[in-house]
C-alpha cells in the first residue's frame, strides 16, 4: 500500500504522456469531412473513422489493458506506445477507405496504453489522496482530447490531413524512448494465466456492482460526448461557414473543462462521490439545452458554453467513478479499469455511429434531444442503484 503521493514531476509526466497517447484517438474526429472524400469514403462511411477507432481501443481496454494485472507494467506501456507508430503512419499514407479504416481500429487498439498509466498512477498513491492524483492525471487526458481537435484542424489547415498522423507517429517514438527511462518498474503480484485473466473479466461486472453502475453513466455521458464533438464540427461548417481553423478555434474553448478534474478528484477524497455524480449528470444534460438553444438564436457564444459544460461534466463523471472502482480490489485494478472503459467507450463510439443520421434525420434538434436524454437515463438509473455501489 502506497504511503504518499508520488513526485509532482512523476504526476506531471503521467498527465502530460496520457494527454499526448489519447489525442491518437481524436485527431481524425474534426477531420472526417476532409478524409472521407480523400480515400474514398461517403459521407455516411466517413463517421466509421471515428467509430472504429474507438471501437479498436475498446478491443484493447479487454485484450490489452488487463495485462497490467500480469505483465510487468512499464514494459507493457513501452511496447504498447511503440506500437502505436506504424499503425499512426498507416493512417497517413492510407490511399483508400479499406486501409484507412484498418489503420484507424489500429490506432484505437494501441491508444489503450494511456489506461494502463492511470491505474499505474492509483497504485502510487496512499487512498487519501488518490482522487486528487487520478484527477489530475485525467485532467492530462482531457486536455489531450479537447487538444487534439483544433491541432488537428490547425495543421490540416496549413498542410494536410495526413502530416497530422505522420507527426502523432514522431511524437509516439519519443515517448516510447521517454517512458522507458523514467517510469518506475511495477510487477504484478499473483500467478494469472493470461486466458484466466480474460475469462475473469467476465464476471466483474456481476461481482462488483459499483463497475457495472459506474461503466453506465459514463457509457451514458460519453455517448453524449461523442455525439457532440463529432457532430458539432459538421454544424459549425455548414450553418456558420466555420473553416478547419475556425472549428479548431471553436475546440479551444471546451479545454476549459478539463479544470474541472482535480475539483472532482478532491470532492470524491472528502465523500461527496453521490452529490458530484448528480451535479456532472445534470450539467451534461444543461449544456445540450445550451446546445439547442446556440442553434436556435444561431449564437456560437452558447455553443461554446455548452462544450464547457458538457466537458466539464463528462470528465467529472469519469474521476469520480475511476476512484470508486480503484478502492474495489487493488490487486484488479487493471482488469476493473479495463471493463469500465471498454463499456463506456463502446457507448461513445454507438453515438459517434449515429450522429450522421441524426443530423441527416432529425437535425440539430435532434442530436441535442438524444444527448439530454443519456445523461437523465444514467440519472435515473444512478437513484435506482444508490447505496447498492460497495
Known sequence: MPSQTPPRAMVGLLAVSCGIIVANIYYAQPLVGVIGPAVGLSAHAASLIVSLTQLG????????VPLGDLVENRKLMVLTVAASVP???LTGLAANGAMLLVAAALTGLTSVAVQMLIPLAAHLTAEARRGRVVGTVMSGLLLGILLSRPAASMIADLSSWRVVFF???ALMAVMTVLLRFTLPQRQPVGGHHYGTLLLSLLSLPLQFPALRQRAAYQAAAFGGFSLFWTGVPLYLSQHFGYTQRGIAVFALVGAAGALAAPVAGRLADKGHSNAGTVGALLSITAAFGLAWLGAAIHSVV???LAGVALDAGVQCNL????RMIYMLHANMRSRLNGVFMAIFFTGGAAASAMTSSLLIHGGWGGLCAVGAALPLLALAYFV???GSEL
Not at 481501443?57 to 479487454?62: H, I, K, Q, S, T
Not at 474521476?319 to 475511476?322: L, N, R, Y
Request: charged share 5%; net charge positive; glycine share 8%.
Open 167 to 169: 507527426l502523432s507517429a
Open 319 to 322: 474521476v469520480i467513478g475511476q
Open 57 to 64: 481501443y475498446a478491443a484493447g481496454l479487454l485484450f490489452l
Open 302 to 304: 452558447l455553443l461554446a
Open 87 to 89: 499503425a499512426l503512419l
Open 384 to 386: 435506482t442503484a444508490k
